[in-house]
C-alpha cells in the first residue's frame, strides 16, 4: 500500500510520546510530576458543566452550519467587544472544533511549494509540522533566552519577503510561558503594514492567562490588519475544558 509522500512530512508530537509513558508509569503505581502535557489540574467552572449538560438534554447534539451557530458567534463578538473594545461581527467568526484544526486550515490555505511561512522556535510542533506536510518553506523567528523568549519585531521583520505568505505567532507563547508587552507587539503591527500580502495567524489561545497586571496586546487592536488576520482563541486553556 502505498501513502502520500506529504502524510511522511508531518513527523510526530513527542509530547504525546512523554504522556503515553506517564501513564503507563503511573498506572504500574510510580508517582510522576507529568509536565508533557498544557492541560489544567482544576476542573471546568459550574456554569460550563451545566450548561453542557443542558444544551445535550435540550437536544443541541446535531449538525450546525460550517461556521457555528449564530448565537455563538454572537456570544464571541459581544466577548470580544467586552474583552478588547472591538467590533468583529458575527459573520468574521468561525467556531472551530479546536485549535489544531484552526492551525491546519489557516496553514494549508497559505502553504504550498514555493511559499514561506515564518514561525516561532521554540512554539507548538504543529505549526512546523503543518508547514512541511504542506510543501511550504518552514522560516522560524529563533525565540532565545537572553531576551526571555519575547518576540522581536526587527528580526521577524527582516525575514519577510516576496515568497512569504503567513507569519504565525504565538503570545502568550507554549511552550515557554514568556509575554510579549503591547509596545512590541505595536512596532509588529506597524511594520506589517509594509507587507500587506502577509497573512497573519496570532495564537492567543493563553491570552487569558497573565498572572501579572499587563495588558494582553491582542491584534484585535489592530483593524488595519483585519482583511489578513486569522486569530486564534477558544475556552480550553481559560476555562479548563
Known amino acids: 500500500m502505498k501513502i502520500a509522500k506529504n502524510v511522511t512530512k508531518l513527523g510526530t508530537e513527542l509530547v504525546y510520546d512523554i504522556f503515553a509513558k506517564t501513564k503507563k508509569l503511573q498506572a504500574e503505581g510510580k508517582k510522576i510530576i507529568d509536565l508533557s502535557l498544557g492541560q489544567s489540574a482544576e476542573s471546568p467552572p459550574g456554569h460550563v458543566i451545566e450548561a453542557t449538560i443542558k444544551a445535550l438534554k435540550d437536544g443541541n447534539n446535531g449538525y450546525t452550519v460550517p461556521n457555528g451557530i449564530i448565537e455563538c458567534r454572537e456570544a464571541v463578538s459581544r466577548k470580544i467587544k467586552s474583552l478588547y473594545n472591538a467590533n468583529v461581527s458575527p459573520e468574521r467568526i468561525f467556531i472551530m472544533p479546536g485549535g489544531k484544526p484552526t492551525m491546519h486550515y489557516a496553514i494549508s490555505f497559505f502553504g504550498e511549494p514555493g511559499a514561506e511561512i ?56 507554549n511552550p515557554t510561558g514568556s509575554f510579549t508587552e503591547k509596545t512590541e507587539i505595536d512596532k509588529l503591527a506597524k511594520g506589517l503594514l509594509n507587507f500587506p500580502n502577509v497573512a497573519i495567524l496570532s495564537d492567543e489561545i493563553y491570552g487569558r492567562l497573565i498572572f501579572e497586571k499587563k495588558e494582553f496586546p491582542t491584534f484585535f487592536n489592530y483593524p488595519d490588519l483585519y482583511d489578513r488576520l486569522i486569530i486564534l482563541d477558544g475556552w480550553s486553556k481559560t476555562y479548563a475544558m
Not at 133 to 145: F, P
Not at 148 to 170: M, Q, V, W
Open 118 to 173: 515564518i514561525y516561532p522556535d521554540p512554539g507548538f510542533p504543529i505549526y512546523e509540522s503543518m508547514i512541511n506536510y504542506t510543501g511550504a518553506k518552514a522560516v522560524s523567528y529563533n525565540l532565545t533566552n537572553n531576551n526571555d523568549f519575547k518576540i522581536d519585531a526587527n528580526k521577524i521583520l527582516t525575514l519577510i519577503n516576496e515568497k512569504t505568505r503567513l507569519l504565525i505567532l504565538n503570545n502568550p507563547h
